[in-house]
Structures are given as structure tokens and as C-alpha cells.
């Protein structure tokens, strides 16, 4: 099926019923008006005006149902890649300006492109380079910064900065401008939506309200804060006191828009592009896969990726910005009861009349609302525990995790990712580059063998096995002959040294010369080598080589097989 | 021995006897001859005056002797480690200025003090990073940039630039200005020196000259050319007729210099003093491993660092430049019988009494001449065989031989061995990201499991047995998670799955975390999960974790048990 792999939508069309089509249009209008406000939060987080928010979400929802594999994933702005966006950004050109928005269109399509070379050419491989722990401390991270980037808003002051320490002095430098009346409306929803969040699904649950109910119920509670604030600015002419709205949002349908591709600034995008590309792809096939998982489904990764290209290109065309699946649009979706992804298609319809009919009625809706929605949403995203479960598993894993939020949070989110990432890297081959060597023995009246350090084994005097506990490759080759060299130059009675590959995947061309090297150098003080236990594809590789030709010892099929011919 | 590890002198100092002294002294006289006129043109190769080759043989001769290793290891001005010195300062100063020498003091003191301290916090398995065939590719391409550098001076023409294209393209415009006299004494000297090399000691064998003397006579042929062509420039003014000649240089011993700490200029020569560390450590511990070897002695890399680091802070303060140890000067020193580091204290005396006294008997000597020896010295090292030998053993390690010689070659020698390393981590990393799984069976009549596509096995519709043969890690942890829901999705019958753990020698945090979605995955489809043969080091790392709390099989010693149990 060559183009039924590219357009799952094949596969899930020819099965649609008028059931599924009821379910689908119910999960639809109870998403859409979920997805209002936080569209338009996600737009402020980016820095761009509140429309580009739902523009974002129409076109790249139509395009992922067309293209993507998960059923239940919803597409659209999430909060750290608005927060990459809004960071990639202000780094290039002013904040408010036409450039401004014209570079996210740009970034958008970059990162599309991008997404949709990986899932053509199937290298979303590249996306595991990302470790557990480095996205678990990212993501803490980023949500620290976001929740901290939103303060001014609640309380009404001007303050820049993308990290943590230029943020927090920001902060500190404009806080007696603060506006009482905007500190009070943002810190009352936000303790409201906290009390939502915290307090009110105790108690549905205790009503006896099922899970999914519950979710949704405690879902709502964004768009009542947008429509009690809404209501109270209009009522009590708030704004005329200093508090800051939306203001005049254009009515109209995503409008067709032309992303630039100056040289120049693409160079400038490239890198932002890429970490926004593998930071969204693995946030939404995280999610894709969590919620596949409870119903049995596959998802595709390569697919994916193409989905993703697919929704990205549509956001650059039709006045959005980097889009992404989002964890808590998706799971509502779900919850909502959604059962393929014309729930998603539907869902742009719905948001499409909300941008052509609805945005006069959000005029006076207050920033600070909307900012008291991202700090709720993100600080459920903050979760220190990963530090101390990898302390307790590995000093390797602890130090990248600790790197990346450190990092993150003092320098921004491209160096803490880029950071997170180049450490796990460097700390994987360091451990490899010196692995462990074990001395091995037999276990009496069986065929196996172990250290001799933590069994009771027997070995021979004449005979020295060692099990090389990795693949051998440049950076352990000279490890390797250091090792056996040590182990012969002390012991005058060796005359075999079997080694035993049993853990040894890989021997690279540098490894080879080393064994060589081993070879010549063993022969030279009467010692013999000897392999045993080589995997196929290894021995396959071997084969033809000079090394097999010069060993002064054999190969064995068992390490068993080895002692007993050698005795 | 706290003070001994830091002091290798005190070990052989203890035991030197007069025949020792006798042989010292012998090799001493030799290889000074030798040292002359390769000193001279490595440091115009390095972009230097000539005395300053002299001055970098002296006092890192004597630093190395205390700290140093090896007993045969010649260290002072090598091509390679020249050429990047000309390379780093071109970039930064105008060669021929003051200020060109003074960097290269700052940048023989850098590249010292990184050798120490990687000796010092015993960092030398950095070096392991380059791999064999990155290293003899650039090499080779390094070889082919030097010989094309030298041209200008055999023809006595103008040409600049640090890689092939640049200076073909420079030599192609300044050949018209070729001087005849100067080609003439360039294209003699360069072809008796290839003369020497492969006419004279297959000549000198036949006669039946011994392998060492017949070494030290070919190595005598720069010192006639040298000598040779001096007094024809000396005898017929050819100096008149546009021959450039070395002049006037100093008689001196090597001053005290002191070398520029602006912090500028340091961070400049920051990148191209770690490679010229690195390349120059892995250069010298080659050679200085090389020669123990026939000796059995033992050289300990960590001191190593040590020792060079001291030389080249040597160099530093006595108008040197980087230095390493030299595989032909060590070659030398080996076949003229040297036996400890005393031999070196001894040449380096005969260098600065050649420094002090010799230098009028240079004025004459044509650059051509020395560009010659350099030509024939460095051509040696080229070596494309590697090429053909990597291809036949495996494509990732061909690919990055091949990056190493076109980008060396193409974009000069800093991007060339960053490429070939950088390339060599990235293909090592994506080999185990997508490790070699198979599914195995038993050998009847034995406890052998192997792979049900290589051999004639016993299976259980039941139980299926994945032996992964890679350490799990982040990069590899979701394509487990694929491949096991693959296998099993496709199989109904299935209801035990056993990892069996032989060859996995590490499992890091994200890998542990996959384990729990394959196992809760597993466990929703009614299907056990089981490990087998999981070694030591990694069982440690498990045992407090909720893993194997949660675990819905159990944990076998070896594989045979946990298909005998399971039955």
C-alpha cells in the first residue's frame, strides 16, 4: 500500500460510520471550546497578537487528520514550543512588529520542511537522542520560565528576558509600576483556576463524577475564567484603569499568508528550527503513543513526522506559527470520547467560526486572564522528582538532568536543550570508553561461566579468560589492550588468553587493529590468543580478514568448548 | 612511589651504568646530525625563523628526559604539529611579524598546559576519541597539504593558503614567476632525496649493510643535501641570481622569551591548541608504544601527558613553538642504539652548541633545499591504502576516513580531524541505536541458545526468547520498545516473552523506564515478561528500582533455567 502508507486517512475512511461520525462531533464542540482560550494564550506566549493563536490551530488540525497516524492527537500551539518560538524570535527582530510575525511564518515552514525530510527519509531516529531525563528536566524548566514570563502580565508591568535570571531582575526592576487593578484580576483567576485544578475534582469525584467527566468539568474552568473576567472589564470599565485587553482581533477566516525565505534569515533559523522540530515531534509522539496504547492502536513514527511537516507547512501558510500535538488538548479529546481524527477536522471548523464571528466578543477579555491560564497549565508540567529518581538509579543520568534544568533555566532554552543533550552524548561514550572487564571462571558441574571476583569458580594458571562487558570501537580499543596487557606482563606461569565476546556487538575497524596489535604483541612474550562465544554478524565481519589469519589462537563457538580443547 | 609516578627519571637514573652512558652518547651524535636540518624546516614550515627550530629541540628534549616515559621517544618540531601551528597563527597574525612569534609561544604554552592537566586528572582516554582511520587519513591529507606548501619554495615563488584548493589555485597564478636557478636546486635536491630513499637502501641492503645502519645512512642524505647545495650557493653567488637563501641567524643559546597571556589572543588559540594537543599526544604515544613494545617496556599514557606537556611549556619560554615527539627523529634514536632519556639530554647539548656556534655555517643555505627534505620527509606519511582497507572491513568506518582526507584536504586541517571525529561519534551512535535483536532457539542436546535464522533450533509457540545484543540506552531504548510490540502484536499464541540479557553490559535510566512501558504493555495483552542472564553490574543497578517490583515474570540466572522454569 505505497500511498496508503502516506495518507492514513485511507485506512480509517473506509471504516467511518454514523456512530463514530455522532462520537467524533460531540469530542468536537466540547474541544473547540476548550481550545479558544488556550489558542489565544499560547499566541501572547509566542508574542504575537491573539488571533495567530486560532489561526494555528485550524489549518495544521485539518492537515494532521489528513496525514497523521494517531487518532486521538490534537495539533496545535503548545506552550513550550511558543515558548522556544517567542525565545527563537526576539533574538532576531523586535517584538509587536510585522517582521516579528513574518519570521514566525518562516520558522514554521522551516520547521516543517525539516520534519517532513525526517519522516521521508525515516530518520526520526535522531529524536531518541533526546533521554528520558533531559526532556523531563527540560520540560520542568521550560515551565518554570513560562510561568515566570507571565507574571508581568498578571501584574500589569513590562519585563523582558527568556531565562530565569534576566526575567527575575526584569521583574524586580518594574514591580512598584505594578497595576493594582490587573494584580487583581490575575492573581484572583489564578487562584481560582489552582482551586479548579486542586479543589474541585476532589469533590466531583467524590460526587461520584467518572474520571472522564471530572477532566473535562475541570477543563472548563479557563473559559469561565475568560468569560467572568471578560464580563467584569466591560461591566466596570476596567480598562479605562490601566488594565490591559485584547483589544480588536480582525474577524476572518486563517487569512493566506507568505512565510519569507531570505537567506539570511533562515540562517538564523536553522538551529532554533530543528530543536523546535525534535522538542515537538517528541512531545507529540509521546503522547500519540500514550494514547494509542490504551486502545490497541499503532502509531508510526516516521508517519508522524510527516503529520507534523504537513500541520507546520499549514501553520506558515495560513498566519500561524510552530505548531506541535499538545499533551492536555489531546487528552481532552480523548476523554471527549473522539474516535478518529475528523474529530480534529471538525474541531478547525468550529475554530474557524470562532476567528470569523467570535472575536469581537473577547475585546475586553484581560491579558492577565489569559496569562493566570498559562501559569496553571504550565506549573503541572514542573516535576522535580525526576531529579531524584535518577539520582538514585545513576550519577550519569542525575548530571544530565541537573545540566539541562540548570542550564535551561540560567541560559535559556536552546542552550539547555543543546546542553542536555551534547552531555548524555558525552557521558554515554565515556562510559563505554572504559568498560568493564571481567575475569571469568567456571562454575563447577556446569557450562557457565562467571567473575571470578563474585562467584565461586574454578581457573587454571596456564589459562586467563576475560569477558569484554562491550562492543569494541575506537574509544575503547587502547583501553582494551592496556587491560590485557596489564594481566599478562604480572603472570609468568599464562600461556592462553581466551578472550570471550559473548557481550562484544560490534568490533569497528580501530578495535580490529587493536586486536592485532594484542595478537602480535602476546606472541612475542609465548602467550596465545584465543576468541570465544563471537557473535555472527562480528564473525561475518572477520571473516575475510588478516587478523583471522595471523591469530596465534582459535575461535570457539563456547567459552566451554575453548577450556576443554585449550586443556 | 607518589614522587617516582611523576619523576620516571628517578626510576632509570638509578641504574645508569658507563656502557649505558657509551651507547647514549654514540646515538647522541647521530641523530644531532640528523635533528639540524629537519629542525630548520619544520619551523619554516611552521611559518618561523630557522633558529627556532633549533631552540624547540633543546629544552623540550631535556623536560621530556625528567617527566617523559619512554626511553627512545625524540621529541622537538614534527610536520604535522607544524603545520597546524602555521594553520592557527595565520589565522590570527601576519606571518613574519613579531607578533606571529609571540603567538606561537602562547600557543606552545596553551597546548602545554592542556597536556598537563590532562595528565595530571589522568584525561588521556580523550585521545581515544580519534580514531585509527580518522587518524591515517588526516594524516595522509595533512602529508599532501605540506608537500603542496613546500612548491612555492622549490620554485622560488610567492603562494599562500592552508588547504589544496587555496594553494593550487595561489601556486597556478604566481608560477610564471618562477626563478630557474632556485627550480633547479629544488627539483636536484628533491629528486636525490627520493633517490636515497628508494635506490640507496635497497642498494646499501644488497651489500649487506644491517636494517639500523642501513636507516642511518639513508637518514644521512638530507645532511649531504644540505651541506651540498650551501656551498654551491656559496661558490657561484647563486644568491645573486634570486635563490632565496636562510641569511643571518643568530648565534645564540635559546633566550628566555616569554610568551603573550592576552586574553584575547588566548581564546583565539584555544580550539587549535587542543588539536595540536591531541593530535601531537596521539602522534607521540603511537611511536613512543611502538618502540617499547620491541623492548618491553612499558609506557604509561597519563605520564606521557606530563612529559610533553613540560616540553612544550619548554618550548614556550625559549622562542620555541608546539613540539611532540617525532616518529623519524625517534626511529633514529632507536636504531642508533640510545637506551634511556639521557641520549636526548645528550642531543639536545649538541643542538645548542650547533645553536651557539654552527649558524654563520647556514647563511648560504638555499629555503629550496630545505623545502626538499621536507617534500621527501612528509610523503612518506601518505598512505591511501587505508582507504581501501577500511571499505573492505565496514562502511561507517570508510565514510569517515573518507570525510577526514576531503575535508582536511578542502577546508584545512582544523575542520578536517573536528569532522572526522565528530563523524566517527555519530556513526558509532546511530549503529547503536538500531542494535542487532535476535530471536533465538535452543541447540538440541545442549544449553546453547542461538539465532533461529543461523542455526537449527527448538522453539515454543509460547515463549519467544529476544537476545539483545547492545547496552540499552537512550538512544536505543524506543526501538526496543518497538521491536518487542512488533514481534508480539503479530502472534497470538504468545504468552512469555524472555529478554535474555547476555549482551546488554549497561541499562540507563531512559532504558529502564522503556522496560516499564514494554512490561505494563506486555502485561495489558497478557503476556509475561521476563529477563535472563542479566550481568552483574547491571543487576546492582536494578535491584532497588520499582522495575522489578512491578515485573509480571521473573529473572533467570541463565537462559536454559528460565525455559525450563516457564515450561
Redesign the interface.
Known amino acids: 500500500m505505497p500511498i496508503a502508507r502516506f495518507l492514513p486517512i485511507l485506512t480509517w475512511g473506509k471504516t467511518y460510520t454514523r456512530a463514530t461520525l455522532a462520537n467524533d462531533l460531540i469530542a468536537a464542540v466540547i474541544v473547540t471550546i476548550m481550545l479558544i482560550p488556550q489558542s489565544l494564550a499560547y499566541a501572547l506566549l509566542a508574542g504575537l497578537p491573539p488571533e495567530a493563536g486560532l489561526y494555528a490551530s485550524i489549518a495544521p488540525i485539518m492537515l494532521y487528520a489528513v496525514f497523521g497516524t494517531s487518532r486521538m492527537l490534537a495539533v496545535g500551539p503548545v506552550a513550550v514550543v511558543s515558548l522556544m518560538t517567542a525565545a527563537a524570535l526576539s533574538n532576531i527582530v523586535e517584538q509587536g512588529t510585522m517582521g516579528y510575525a513574518v519570521a514566525a511564518l518562516s520558522l514554521a515552514a522551516l520547521s516543517g520542511a525539516m520534519l517532513l525530510a525526517m519522516g521521508i527519509f525515516r530518520m526520526g ?1 535522531i529524536a ?7 526532556i523531563s528536566g527540560f520540560i520542568t524548566a521550560s515551565g518554570i520560565i513560562i510561568a515566570a514570563s507571565q507574571i508581568k502580565h498578571i501584574l500589569g508591568i513590562d519585563a523582558h528576558g527568556h531565562n530565569l535570571l534576566d526575567l527575575g531582575l526584569s521583574l524586580f526592576e518594574h514591580l512598584p509600576e505594578t497595576n493594582g487593578t490587573t494584580a487583581l484580576i490575575g492573581i484572583t483567576a489564578t487562584a481560582f483556576l489552582f482551586w479548579v485544578r486542586k479543589g474541585l475534582r476532589p469533590a466531583l469525584q467524590k460526587l461520584g463524577l467518572g474520571a472522564g467527566l471530572t477532566g473535562i468539568a475541570v477543563k472548563t474552568g479557563p473559559v469561565v475564567v475568560v468569560i467572568a473576567t471578560t464580563v467584569a472589564v466591560w461591566l466596570f470599565g476596567l480598562d479605562a484603569r490601566g488594565v490591559k485587553i485584547v483589544g480588536d482581533v480582525p474577524q476572518s477566516l486563517p487569512p493566506l499568508t507568505m512565510p519569507s525565505f531570505s537567506p539570511t534569515l533562515l540562517g538564523q533559523l536553522l538551529l532554533p528550527a530543528f530543536l523546535i522540530s525534535i522538542i515537538g515531534f517528541v512531545e507529540s509522539i509521546s503522547v500519540a503513543q500514550t494514547l494509542a ?1 490504551k486502545k ?1 492502536q ?1 502509531i508510526d ?1 516516521d508517519q508522524e513526522l510527516i503529520g507534523l511537516g504537513a500541520a507546520n507547512i499549514g501553520a506558515a501558510f495560513t498566519g500561524g506559527f510552530p505548531v506541535t500535538g499538545g499533551f492536555s488538548r489531546s487528552v481532552v479529546n480523548f476523554d471527549a470520547g473522539a474516535e478518529t481524527p475528523a474529530a480534529g477536522a471538525f474541531t478547525a471548523i468550529g475554530l474557524a467560526i470562532a476567528a470569523l464571528a467570535l472575536t469581537p466578543l473577547i475585546f475586553f477579555l484581560p491579558k492577565a486572564t489569559l496569562a493566570a491560564t498559562i501559569i496553571v497549565a504550565v506549573l503541572s508540567l514542573v516535576d522535580f522528582s525526576i531529579l531524584k ?2 539520582w ?3 550519577f ?2 542525575f548530571a544530565a538532568v541537573l545540566a539541562t534544568i540548570i542550564l535551561t533555566l540560567g541560559l535559556g532554552v536552546e542552550i539547555g536543550v543543546s546542553a542536555g543533550v551534547g552531555l ?2 558525552l557521558l ?9 572487564i ?1 575475569e571469568v571462571g567456571l562454575i563447577a558441574g556446569t ?2 561461566f562467571r ?1 571470578i571476583k ?1 562467584h565461586q569458580v574454578q581457573t587454571d594458571p596456564r589459562v586467563v579468560t576475560l569477558r569484554v ?3 569494541l ?7 582494551l589492550e ?1 587491560c590485557v ?1 596489564n594481566r599478562v ?1 604480572s603472570d609468568k606461569a599464562l600461556r592462553h588468553v581466551i578472550l570471550q565476546c ?5 568490533i ?3 578495535a ?2 587493536s586486536l592485532e596489535t594484542i595478537n602480535t ?1 602476546l606472541d ?2 609465548g602467550v596465545k590468543l584465543h576468541l570465544s562465544e563471537v ?3 562480528v564473525m561475518d ?1 572477520l571473516r ?2 588478516h587478523f583471522l589469519k595471523s591469530l596465534t589462537g582459535n575461535i570457539y ?2 567459552q566451554f568448548d575453548a577450556l576443554n580443547c585449550i586443556k
Chains 1, 2 share one sequence.
Do not use: C, T, W
Request: charged share 30%; hydrophobic share 30%; no cysteine.
Open positions: 531516529f531518541n537522542f533526546l533521554s528520558h531525563p533531559v496504547a490497541r499503532r513514527p529518581r535518577a538514585h538509579y545513576s550519569a543520568d548524555s552524548i554515554h561514550l565515556y562510559k563505554s570508553s572504559r568498560p568493564h571481567a557450562q557457565h567473575n563474585r562487558d562491550e562492543s570501537y575506537f574509544a575503547n580499543a587502547r583501553f592496556d596487557q606482563a559473548s557481550a562484544v556487538n560490534d569497528d575497524f580501530s580490529l587493529e604483541r612475542e612474550m557473535k555472527g554478524p565481519r575475510d580478514q563457538l563456547s
